[in-house]
């Protein structure tokens, strides 16, 4: 079975793949604080059930990408392939710098890549950041666009002043607030689906033609009741997807995970 591990700033997810079936899914906090030891046992408790031979793994928390890549070799004795943009992706990243790239933005842009060939993609990924990840008609990575999250929305009002409430993610009943919490609410969940109304428009103009928008991350769902324009497609699993594809063209060739551990 192939594990996919997307570290993220706020959670780690690990999808379980046997062949083509998505099987399973578990999510733990991304803890810098916790050691390579921690991180085994957590492995074995959740993983026990499954027999783990393959893994690829995807990461935007620098702390993590060695104790757990370590973790994960220790606990089901393989070698991961690590996601950088030196491995075979599949894709052209023509963005000014690739290396800045996150590693679930190319995952993200890999997966549509493989399903919408020679049509614009523009993947909106709603996470602890709000991400646009753009790929053309021709297949190439051109770059995207990042926003805070809904959640770091909320989190910031609340510490950056002095009598905002504290605020839990729910639906906006009206525009127009009457009391602090509806406004707020009003502000970034009604506030943010405009801005992915605006930015979509906006990306398409830059690209040239229509593009096909494909929603994932936790709060996709929510924010797609104040859209003008519908996802295309709404995909939880999409990053997880790409990882999969990532590690189909990079499990054969030895040096691929030797040349990417020279990264970390």
Not at 33 to 60: G, N
Not at 72 to 87: G, L, Q, R
């Amino acid at each position: 079975m192939l594990l996919t591990t997307d570290i993220g700033n706020t959670n780690i997810t690990l999808g379980i793949f046997d062949g083509i079936n998505y099987i399973n899914e578990f999510r733990i906090p991304s803890d810098k604080d916790l050691s390579m030891s921690e991180y085994e046992v957590i492995l074995k408790s959740l993983l026990k059930e499954y027999e783990i031979d393959s893994c690829v793994i995807a990461s935007v928390v620098e702390e993590l990408n060695i104790k757990f890549r370590h973790a994960v070799e220790n606990v089901f004795n393989i070698k991961s392939v690590f996601v950088t943009c030196d491995i075979n992706l599949g894709i052209k990243i023509i963005a000014d710098n690739p290396y800045e790239v996150g590693a679930d933005r190319i995952a993200n842009a890999v997966a549509v890549a493989e399903k919408y060939k020679n049509k614009a993609v523009i993947v909106i990924d709603f996470g602890t950041a709000t991400t646009f990840d753009i790929v053309n008609s021709r297949g190439e990575f051109c770059g995207g666009i990042i926003a805070p999250g809904l959640k770091t929305q909320l989190k910031s009002l609340n510490s950056s002043t002095s009598k905002l409430p504290k605020t839990e993610i729910s639906i906006s009943q009206n525009a127009i607030g009457h009391n602090t919490t509806e406004a707020i609410l009003s502000g970034v969940i009604r506030g943010s689906a405009c801005m992915v109304d605006g930015l979509i428009e906006q990306c398409e103009k830059e690209l040239g033609e229509p593009a096909i928008i494909v929603a994932t991350g936790g709060y996709c769902g929510l924010i797609s009741n104040y859209l003008k324009r519908n996802f295309t497609s709404i995909n939880p699993i999409l990053t997880l997807e790409g990882l999969k594809k990532i590690y189909e063209m990079n499990s054969k060739p030895s040096k691929v995970t030797e040349n990417s551990s020279q990264k970390l």
